[in-house]
């Protein structure tokens, strides 16, 4: 006999959810706090972690995937946890292992420049370095046009340094405590702002990892991890300084990248640091960069060296293949004899003209 307690209203996760914000939703038809509900209601002895968005405890996730119908494995999905190896790595990794993870993440793949060029960089002399994409300050950002509509959820990918709008409405993302005071104030608040290139492009692929698993770029389809790796390599290349062993190439491929975001070089950071140490809104000028180069790659404008560079650009056009007419013979003038030869090979007349030979039109291709 099943003994599980369904709960009566249970709200899906919606898309790239989080665990907490579905939690917000299910607890707010019972008008209870969602420590009580994972407390009391589900009588569970283990504490409520302070982030359920990092890794809550399997006990809680199962209770709760009984009580809400959700599979265990899509409630680990809307977790950090749930995201790690494919996009975050060494999410537990002891103050020791933070440079290995960042080698093997970072450095060890290449874009813009050539295997090596990068260098090497100690990540956490002063401040730990908390992992990929993992913010050293959380991010709490919201959509103004969501949080308009209880009935949504906010994305997990928003707690990130990863994406800059929202991948529904098109729209920057801003602070959440900023949107929900105006939201239920009354108060003037952030409004709906489009965001614009090149940061569109790089939202629009991470989405596209997220939600399909993979990502069309010029030059070829990659696996979603290949292009959270890409973009990662490609962020910590355009926030290094244009000396220290670049090389020429490397030199003028990061200036010009820098010059066409009309942006002051490296946004003005004079010490290198890696990028998930880094303020925010330096975070989205590297980014704003990052998005420059994909786009200048992709039209050519910039050569690109890197283990993915293959990636960025378009493959080029095969060849066209020209008939050798150098040797080619002298027409032969028809003589009597061979055009009375041919004309006794002919099909009779039938009164009506040769059909005229098909067209050759090109084959139709993708744009």
């Not at 607890?27 to 990092?54: M, Q, S």
């Not at 946004?267 to 290198?272: K, M």
Request: aromatic fraction near 6%; include cysteine.
């Amino acid at each position: 006999m099943n003994t599980v307690r369904r709960w009566p209203l249970h709200p899906q996760p919606g898309p790239l959810e989080s665990l907490s914000s579905w939690l917000e939703r299910l607890a707010r038809p019972y008008e209870i706090r969602v420590e009580d509900l994972l407390t009391r209601n589900l009588g569970l002895d283990v504490p409520v972690p302070d982030d359920l968005d990092y890794d809550p405890p399997a006990a809680m996730l199962a209770v709760l995937a009984e009580r809400a119908g959700v599979e265990i494995a899509r409630l680990r999905a809307m977790t950090l946890a749930g995201w790690e190896p494919w996009l975050i790595e060494g999410l537990t990794a002891p103050i020791e292992d933070t440079q290995p993870v960042f080698d093997a993440y970072v450095r060890d793949n290449s874009v813009l420049l050539a295997p090596g060029k990068a260098g090497v960089n100690k990540v956490s002399p002063f401040r730990r370095w908390p992992g990929p994409w993992l913010g050293y300050s959380g991010l709490y950002r919201d959509c103004p046009v969501r949080a308009a509509d209880p009935e949504r959820g906010k994305a997990l990918v928003w707690r990130l340094p990863l994406v800059t709008g929202c991948f529904e409405h098109g729209c920057r993302l801003e602070d959440a405590m900023q949107v929900h005071r105006s939201v239920a104030y009354g108060h003037e608040g952030p409004v709906s702002t489009p965001l614009a290139e090149p940061l569109a492009t790089v939202d629009r692929y991470t989405y596209r990892g997220l939600t399909t698993g993979q990502v069309v770029l010029p030059g070829r389809t990659v696996h979603a991890g290949v292009w959270f790796r890409l973009l990662r390599s490609l962020l910590d290349e355009v926030s290094l300084s244009s000396t220290s062993g670049r090389g020429r190439h490397g030199r003028a491929v990061l200036e010009d990248i820098w010059q066409a975001t009309g942006r002051k070089y490296r946004a003005g950071l004079n010490i290198w640091r890696p990028y998930e140490n880094l303020k925010p809104d330096i975070q989205e000028a590297m980014l704003h960069a990052a998005g420059t180069a994909l786009h200048l790659a992709a039209a050519g404008t910039i050569t690109v060296r890197g283990r993915l560079a293959s990636a960025l650009q378009p493959p080029p056009d095969p060849p066209k293949q020209q008939a050798d007419t150098s040797a080619a013979p002298s027409p032969t003038p028809p003589t009597r004899s061979s055009t009375h030869a041919y004309s006794r090979t002919r099909a009779p007349a039938t009164g009506r003209s040769a059909p005229r030979p098909a067209s050759r039109r090109p084959p139709c291709t993708a744009t």
